[in-house]
């Protein structure tokens, strides 16, 4: 979207309603947010209860271009400031030391805070009306807890448009990217080394590139991060993951056993009850990925069957994605094939 189509009226709204404790929902690139206002523990206690999330998750800090990072986070590194200016606006999160000003609710009684600068035009938008661009606005994706993130406004709708807990939602179109930031944890740089906590557009390499460290795999003592639990992003419907060749003749023997199969795949397949081709590069699957998973979720399916990606670097954060969308249902195709269709 360009800056030249934002409806002010509306993100003044939207601002002054997140001054007021309010809740919004607003695009970011990667995907959309359900916001409050950082430094109001009482809202940001209303966004744990609207996704039902625990009370102990911590959520980012979205921060206005050029908002200095010493008023949230303590001992900030170099490295961290290179990273700001190398990725910010952009689809990276840090994390830091906390500083002692800012309320603990924002990160789950962690002393570290989640900090990134979104580069959608609406968030920044809104970022700079909100506190006169001073303020933070804590944000984790906006869906409930568990279940696979927003990328268009409507699909924040048909998760909290019933409910009233939301007062607004800013629409921003397709969010960009469509997976969430990329987590880097430098809050125990001296010791650790920076810490990938969770893989997204920006790679591991690109941070190594600006800070001459690679982040390494995040170890049992690293910071908890709800997105990283094994199940998460994950539709109603079951999912299962295969390459192409098995996949191939596990639709025949599906179709064969009388199941429905909703596919979401990138090579010739067979027909399904339904399909979603995506495109083949990282960053067009990453892109379309959680509008097709809501989609094929919606198509009373037996199961959703994914055709693996490839397993490059670039392709990190989809699979990280899609392995967490298909924990829990480990088997569901042999039972499939084992029970009797109804
Ligand atoms: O792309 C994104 O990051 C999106 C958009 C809206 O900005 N946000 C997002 O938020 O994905 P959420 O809450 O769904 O995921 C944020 C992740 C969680 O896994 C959370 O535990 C972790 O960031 N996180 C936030 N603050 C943290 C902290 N202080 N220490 C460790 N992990 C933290
Ligand atoms: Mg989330």
């Not at 690679?214 to 990283?228: E, I, K, N, V």
């Not at 998460?232 to 419907?237: D, L």
């Not at 003749?249 to 429905?260: V, W, Y």
């Not at 990453?286 to 670097?313: F, K, N, S, T």
Request: glycine content about 10%; aromatic content about 4%; proline content about 8%.
């Amino acid at each position: 979207m360009a800056s030249e189509n934002i409806d002010q009226a509306a993100i003044e709204a939207a601002a002054r309603a997140l001054e007021q404790g309010a809740l919004v929902a607003f695009p970011t690139e990667t995907v959309y947010g359900l916001g409050a206002d950082a430094e109001n523990p009482a809202a940001v206690a209303a966004i744990y209860a609207a996704k039902g999330r625990p009370q102990d998750h911590p959520v980012i800090v979205h921060l206005a271009p050029g908002a200095p990072l010493d008023y949230w986070a303590a001992d900030i590194p170099v490295e961290a400031q290179a990273l700001a200016d190398a990725f910010w606006p952009g689809p990276l999160t840090m994390i830091l030391k906390r500083a002692p000003n800012i309320p603990d609710a924002v990160s789950g009684g962690q002393d570290t805070v989640g900090l990134r600068c979104p580069s959608h035009p609406v968030a920044i938008a809104l970022l700079r009306a909100f506190k006169g661009g001073k303020g933070g606005v804590a944000a984790p994706s906006a869906n409930k807890f568990g279940a696979v993130s927003p990328t268009l406004a409507q699909h924040v709708r048909d998760e909290f448009g019933q409910d009233g807990s939301v007062s607004m939602v800013l629409d921003g179109g397709a969010s960009m990217v469509g997976i969430e930031s990329t987590i880097v944890d430098l809050s125990r740089l001296a010791t650790h080394g920076p810490v990938l906590l969770r893989p997204g557009h920006i790679s591991a390499e690109a941070i190594a590139a600006v800070i001459d460290q690679l982040p390494s795999a995040p170890d049992a003592a690293a910071p908890r991060a709800s997105g990283t639990l094994e199940s998460h992003y994950a539709p109603h419907t079951p999912v299962a993951m295969q390459d192409s060749a098995t996949l191939r003749q596990t639709l025949l023997e599906l179709a064969a056993a009388g199941r429905k199969v909703a596919l979401i795949h990138y090579s010739d397949l067979p027909s399904t009850h339904a399909a979603l081709r995506l495109p083949t590069t990282p960053d067009g699957f990453a892109h379309a990925l959680y509008a097709a998973l809501r989609a094929m979720d919606g198509q009373g399916a037996d199961l959703i069957l994914v055709e693996a990606p490839p397993q490059g670097g670039a392709w990190l954060g989809v699979n990280d994605r899609l392995r967490r969308a298909a924990h829990g249902s480990t088997g569901i195709v042999h039972g499939l094939l084992n029970q009797a269709a109804p």
